[in-house]
């Protein structure tokens, strides 16, 4: 079945305006195993968009070779909302300048829906149960109703991945290694993908507390697993990853058409694209707690002086970056040190190097949870 391309038009928001979500697909609808690929859901993160140009390139030619096994749906800028929000010449794209929130957080949450209605259909058969969950899935979904442009899209994107067996949500951090998110459910399932991307970390957590992309597609069959589980078969059933593709400025074709080879492979080795992917790459990483990742976090406002750089391994008590105030009247006061709590590799590093006050500074990936966590694993 030939590739289509297929725009959504999203409701408008203000008088005399129009926004769309474009799509690509790939195979006939209803195929498995059913890949689900956006970039950009935090508008302002380019390397996704630029990965998925290349990924559809690669697409367009293993559908004119007849090798799409499954069904691919590919949304290479996944945010047309947000990347519309330039102010003063800078494009803000991680949150809604209307609605307030986070792009990728209050994604919809439809166990509640979705229980009553499965609970006398599920039976001994674990794929007809996956059957019934994704039916019940979409169906709650539709029902929902949105009161604005950021919901409508929020219901759209996930109205297209909630039935994936495989959901990748490209990401970028600031300045950071390859890495990745993923719930504890879907490891080490999910390890061949990490180890394809060549991830230099693999965040693990169960519910993160923000409802993100990922976890909306990946969390219902956790939870209903706990509500039903003892009595009915439920598979976890969507392999979903929120993959950071480094950091904000590392956008090339170089980088981003490794990074689309790595997932036309993996969808290969996944069985929904024909033809060899080779071996798995050795893994560069463990998996970690998302628990365990030190955030650290200036205490008082002033450049950033980092002392290690980004992919150093750092030990518990290491100095890695300090916060200069140059107003300070003696030098010899104006630097307070920002010590990593945990041993691990030193993922991310702001690209800002003037932070104010209670901004996240760095982040190192420890192996043992931190006891003093806030209620949500994620950063706003
Ligand atoms: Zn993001």
Known sequence: ??????????????????????????????????????????????????????????????????????????VPVANPIGLDQYMAGRLHGRSS???????????????????????????????????????????????RRSANDVQELRRTLLGMAIDADMVLDLHCDLESLMHMYVSDDLWPDGSDLAAQLGCRAVMLAGDSGGDPFDEACSMPWWKLRLRFGDRFPIPASCLSATIELRGKAD????????????????????????????????????????????????????????????????????VVAEIVDPTAEDPLTARVPLVSRTTGVLWSRSQMKMAAAGETVAAVAGSIPLSERSWSLLVD
Do not use: W
């Open 97 to 143: 300048l209307e609605q307030g929130q986070n792009f990728n957080r209050g994604f919809a949450d439809l166990i509640e829906a979705v229980a009553p209605a499965i609970e006398d259909k599920l039976g001994a058969d674990a794929a007809g149960n996956v059957a019934i969950i994704r039916q019940a899935l979409l169906e709650a979904l539709g029902e």
């Open 1 to 74: 079945m030939a590739k289509s391309t297929v725009t959504i038009p999203l409701p408008s928001q203000h008088l005399g305006t129009t926004r769309v979500v474009t799509t690509h697909r790939y195979g006939a609808q209803g195929a498995r195993p059913k890949a689900y690929v956006q970039a950009g859901l935090h508008a302002d993160e380019i390397p996704g968009m630029l990965t998925a140009h290349h990924l559809i390139a690669r697409l367009d030619q293993a559908d004119s070779d007849g090798a799409v096994r499954g069904e691919i749906i590919i």
């Open 251 to 318: 956008v090339d074709d170089e980088t981003a058409a490794s990074d689309a080879d790595n997932i036309f492979r993996f969808l290969q080795r996944r069985g929904v694209i024909a033809g060899t992917a080779g071996p798995i790459p050795p893994a560069r990483c463990e998996a970690t707690p998302l628990s365990a990742v030190d955030r650290m976090v200036a205490p008082v406002p002033g450049i950033i002086a980092f002392k290690r750089a980004i992919g150093d391994s750092v030990q518990a008590g290491e």
